[in-house]
């Protein structure tokens, strides 16, 4: 009778990890309560083209397989082709990938910048819930067979352990951007830190602004590194800066213009043209 008491406890405990078993995704789930953040970046890669995909090329960063096209840099503000000139391109993971994603920020003195995101998810190890319950069940076969005097059967809480849990929940992530290189492939990743040359100034024509109170009027605005510098005869004068949307030709521009007459208006545009 004691057997088939302590038998019934072993499955009842038996039932208790299987359904933790079915329901180890919602656990994986709730893991995020307790994810950290690791923020680590590789050693600098060089680009290998992509098999039969002119103009495509992959690398292993932030430990996922990334895929990289369209690249190209800014001839203007680097009119000679040295090392860590910054790139433009388009970043993606192929195919379907649960434990990496990658996301861009584009960003015109800097090139094309992501961060590649790994989450590691903690698990249940199940094996050692089962070698722990047939150590159990030995020792509950041979108290039987042995029915000392003045002795317990074996105690379960001595034999199985309140957590079965391998690993730690975590998410890394790895910055990186994309530059040029002088030997092999002519392109790399580097890391998110990496110093870019310093760009020459170059002079940027950022397209018209239509006056709001006369739509015939429309001033031509000119930028360096950023910050406008000049509008045409127009008006007075021009302050403001520009900033490159995700098409490095297309720019953002908040200005304020004064008018001939000393009357002033601003105005946020994001379809001002970069024809330098």
Same mark, same amino acid.
């Given at each position: 009778?004691?057997?088939?008491?302590?038998?019934?406890?072993?499955?009842?405990?038996? +039932?208790?990890?299987?359904?933790?078993?079915?329901?180890?995704?919602?656990?994986?789930?709730?893991?995020?309560?307790?994810?950290?953040? @690791?923020?680590?970046?590789?050693?600098? =890669? #060089?680009?290998?083209?992509?098999?039969?995909?002119?103009?495509?090329?992959?690398?292993?960063? +932030?430990?996922?397989?990334?895929?990289?096209?369209?690249?190209?840099?800014?001839?203007?503000?680097?009119?000679?082709?040295?090392?860590?000139?910054?790139?433009?391109?388009?970043?993606?993971?192929?195919?379907?990938?649960?434990?990496?994603?990658?996301?861009?920020? #584009?960003?015109?003195?800097?090139?094309?910048?992501? =961060?590649?995101?790994?989450?590691?998810?903690?698990?249940?190890?199940?094996?050692?819930?089962?070698? @722990?319950?047939?150590?159990?069940?030995?020792?509950? @076969?041979?108290?039987?067979?042995?029915?000392?005097?003045?002795?317990?059967?074996?105690?379960?809480?001595?034999?199985?352990?309140?957590?079965?849990?391998? +690993?730690?929940?975590?998410?890394?992530?790895?910055?990186?951007?994309?530059?040029?290189?002088?030997?092999?492939?002519?392109?790399?990743?580097?890391?998110? @830190?990496?110093?870019?040359?310093?760009?020459?100034?170059?002079?940027?024509?950022?397209?018209?602004?239509?006056?709001?109170?006369?739509?015939?009027?429309?001033?031509?605005?000119?930028? $360096?590194?950023?910050?406008?510098?000049?509008?045409?005869?127009?008006?007075?004068?021009?302050?403001?800066?520009?900033?490159?949307?995700?098409?490095?030709?297309?720019?953002?521009?908040? $200005?304020?213009?004064?008018?001939?007459?000393?009357?002033?208006?601003? =105005?946020?545009?994001?379809?001002?043209?970069?024809?330098?």
């Amino acid at each position: 009778m004691k057997k088939q008491l302590l038998w019934g406890a072993a499955l009842l405990l038996s +039932g208790i990890t299987a359904c933790k078993k079915s329901d180890f995704g919602s656990n994986q789930a709730n893991a995020s309560k307790t994810i950290k953040t @690791d923020v680590t970046s590789p050693n600098y =890669v #060089e680009l290998q083209p992509y098999p039969n995909v002119p103009g495509t090329y992959f690398a292993t960063y +932030g430990q996922a397989q990334l895929v990289i096209s369209g690249l190209y840099y800014d001839t203007r503000q680097y009119p000679t082709f040295k090392e860590g000139i910054p790139a433009f391109g388009s970043v993606s993971i192929p195919g379907p990938d649960n434990i990496h994603s990658v996301a861009t920020e #584009e960003g015109y003195s800097t090139g094309k910048s992501f =961060v590649v995101t790994t989450t590691y998810q903690s698990v249940t190890n199940y094996q050692a819930i089962h070698n @722990d319950l047939v150590r159990y069940y030995k020792a509950v @076969d041979q108290w039987v067979a042995d029915m000392p005097a003045d002795t317990f059967p074996p105690i379960m809480r001595d034999y199985i352990k309140s957590s079965y849990t391998i +690993g730690d929940s975590r998410v890394i992530t790895t910055s990186g951007k994309l530059i040029t290189i002088t030997t092999g492939s002519k392109w790399a990743i580097a890391t998110g @830190d990496y110093k870019i040359p310093k760009p020459i100034s170059v002079e940027h024509i950022l397209g018209g602004i239509v006056d709001p109170l006369n739509p015939n009027i429309t001033y031509t605005l000119r930028g $360096v590194n950023g910050q406008i510098t000049k509008v045409d005869s127009y008006a007075q004068s021009a302050t403001g800066t520009y900033f490159p949307t995700s098409d490095p030709t297309i720019n953002t521009v908040t $200005v304020t213009i004064k008018r001939t007459n000393g009357t002033t208006f601003q =105005v946020t545009q994001q379809n001002t043209i970069d024809v330098t």
